[in-house]
Structure formats: C-alpha cells, structure tokens
C-alpha cells in the first residue's frame, strides 16, 4: 500500500513540475520509473534535456494540498497506475516522431464526475469548432452532437463558447454522456459564465484536465488540451470554424494521432465555415453532414503505424500475451468476450489488442479480432 502512495505522489508531483506535456520527462518516466524520476527530479540528477523544463518548479511540493483541492471540488486524480487510466487511447502518443516536445501523453489526468474516464471513453466523438458560432453552426450541432449522444456515443468537447458549449448541452438533452477537457485546473470553470454548465456535465459525465488544481489557463494551455480533446475521442468533428480556427490544431492531433479527422461545409459566403471548407479541400478533413455519416467515417478505431519501430520478433509478455493466449485460431473475438475470458479490464484488453496489431499478432475483421497468420505461427 505504501508503494502505491509513493507511486501516486510521485505522479502528482512531476504533474505540477511540468504542467502540461513534456517528452523528456515521458521518456525518464519509462526508463526509470516514476518514484526514481521524481527523486531525480527534486535532485537535480537529469539529463541537459530535463534541467530546463524543471528548474522553475522542482521545489514545488503540492501533493497533499493538491490533492486536498480535487477532493473538495468533488474529483481525482487519475494516474496510469489506476484502473480508469485510458491506457489504449493514450498510446498514439507512442508512434509519433522523437524527439517532439509537445508529443507526449498526460502525466496524470485531473477529473471531476462520478463517471469513469476509460469507460465513458471507450466509445466518444470530439466535436468542436468556432467560438463565435452561427445560428447555423448550433443547429448543426445540436442536431449532430445530440443524434451521436442518443445513440450512445460520449461526446467530448473544450467547454468554449460557440459550438463546444452547444455540443455539450446537445449531448445533456439528449440524456447521453459528455466530457469537457479544460486548460486551467478543474476545480476552476473557463470561461466563468460555463460555471453551471460545468457543474452540470460533472453530475453525469466528467470534467477534465491535466493541470493541477487552481492553474488558470494560459494560451499555449488551450493548444495543450487540443491533444487531449483528440487522444480521447475515435475520432473529431469540426462544426464552423473560421481561418484561424484552434479547430484546425484539433484536426492536426488526430491527424497525427490516427484518428478520423471530419467536418461540415456551410454557406460559401459565411467567415464561420471558411476553416472548414479549407480542412475539406486540402483534404484534411472528410465531409459529414449528420450523425450517421461520422458513425460511417469512424468505424473501428486504427492507430497509425507509420512511424512505429519495426518488431522483429513478437513480445507477448503481460496483458498483450494473455489476450493473444485466450484467441483460438481462426476465430474472431470482441474486446468484451475477451475481457470475459481473460479476466482483465476492457480498457486493458483494448490497449493490449493495439499493441498486438502494431507487432502484426492480430487483426481486425467485420466481426472482431483474430490471429493473423504470424499471430498463429
């Protein structure tokens, strides 16, 4: 138990060091462990690429009273140790070019809700878009985001003005699930006059942020938090966005990050729809118009493979080695029945499937998983 704590306040701590995303502390994290990362922290004992990003705040030690500070506004916080964590959508994060500095996973994420972060993400759509939305752009998605929540899909969204806020309060009345990401604490509401809104989406789905308690937002925290926005969703939808929309940084996140990246034309004389016409044209975007084409364009969740290390010999250790076990020959499985049968959590089963489909074990087909030939060998 004690090592769990140790494990749980180093992941806080580093949370504060940092704020936000930092691929050489991901990259000390996997070599070293998080307890001994955080001891090389607090001791100055890191490579050149570290000293930089840590020196301002190494001496900050806030766990107690940040984890005091959740807890009063009714949340967590959620580590890669628990068993909310994402862990599968996380791990587009891991094929992206090296170094990147912006390029790295959620140290920890902070969240308010009853929900559960993997659970509620297993199947969720981003939707976003302007700010100074139209009459057009929130009937657009109230009708798009409120179809894809009827049918069961979390609808995940940056809580802005404009179309965020409508994609939200669409998913509310349609008694579906929605997820705001913020780029300030989450014991904080961003803009201020979304502070019920935000109270609202905590009572049934969750409220999210990987910036500690009582951190106000800055600019480059919103273009953060767009990478999060789309490392939770299979996909994004943009609904208005002008030239230079923060959508379009959205798009390029799931882009990179393997995800469908969609959006919906409007009237050719309108500012709002102009960014959306250009992510369509450059195709950089796929055109949707109502719910069941984004249901059309999503289909299984890939993750790009593009610049993932070559494996020359299959590792099947761990959570990867017993789903591929449970998997008989030529036979096709969901994720759910090999939960069943192997006695591990979805979001644990999905993640291993991932892992197996980058080393070519598996792959999926219209009715699930199955071994691919070198998976059977």
Request: glycine residues 10%; contains cysteine; negative net charge.
């Amino acid at each position: 138990m004690r090592a769990d704590e140790d494990r749980r306040a180093a992941w806080v701590y580093l949370s504060r060091v940092v704020l936000g995303p930092c691929a050489p502390l991901s990259a000390l994290i996997e070599s070293v462990g998080v307890v001994e990362a955080a001891r090389a922290v607090r001791e100055c004992e890191l490579p050149e690429a570290l000293r930089g990003p840590t020196v301002q705040r190494r001496e900050i030690d806030c766990v107690e009273s940040d984890l005091e500070a959740v807890w009063r506004c009714g949340g967590r916080v959620v580590t890669p140790d628990d068993p909310e964590w994402p862990a599968w959508r996380m791990l587009g994060f891991t094929t992206l070019p090296r170094p990147d500095p912006d390029g790295a996973a959620p140290l920890v994420l902070w969240v308010r809700g009853p929900g559960s972060l993997a659970d509620l993400t297993e199947r969720a759509v981003a939707v976003v878009g302007a700010r100074c939305s139209t009459g057009y752009g929130d009937r657009v998605t109230g009708e798009i985001a409120g179809d894809l929540a009827a049918r069961g899909l979390t609808v995940v969204s940056g809580a802005a003005f404009g179309i965020d806020a409508m994609a939200h309060r669409a998913a509310l009345a349609a008694g579906g699930s929605t997820v705001a990401v913020l780029a300030c604490g989450v014991d904080r509401a961003y803009p201020a006059q979304h502070e019920r809104l935000l109270a609202e989406i905590a009572e049934t789905g969750l409220v999210v942020s990987e910036y500690p308690p009582g951190t106000p937002a800055r600019k480059h925290q919103f273009l953060e938090r767009n990478r999060v926005i789309a490392a939770l969703s299979d996909g994004v939808v943009v609904i208005e966005a002008g030239i230079r929309s923060g959508a379009r940084n959205t798009v390029k996140w799931a882009r990179r990050l393997g995800r469908p990246a969609l959006a919906t034309p409007g009237p050719v004389t309108s500012a709002a729809s102009v960014g959306c016409h250009r992510m369509i044209r450059d195709e950089e975007a796929l055109l949707i118009a109502d719910a069941e084409n984004v249901i059309d364009e999503l289909g299984p969740l890939r993750l790009s493979v593009a610049s993932a290390p070559a494996v020359e010999e299959p590792v099947v250790s761990g959570d990867p080695g017993t789903v591929l076990a449970a998997m008989p020959e030529r036979v096709d499985h969901l994720p759910v029945e090999l939960a069943a049968r192997t006695g591990l959590q979805l979001p644990a089963v999905r993640a291993a499937l991932t892992t197996l489909e980058f080393a070519g074990l598996v792959e999926e087909g219209r009715s699930g998983w199955r071994r691919t030939p070198r998976g059977r060998s």
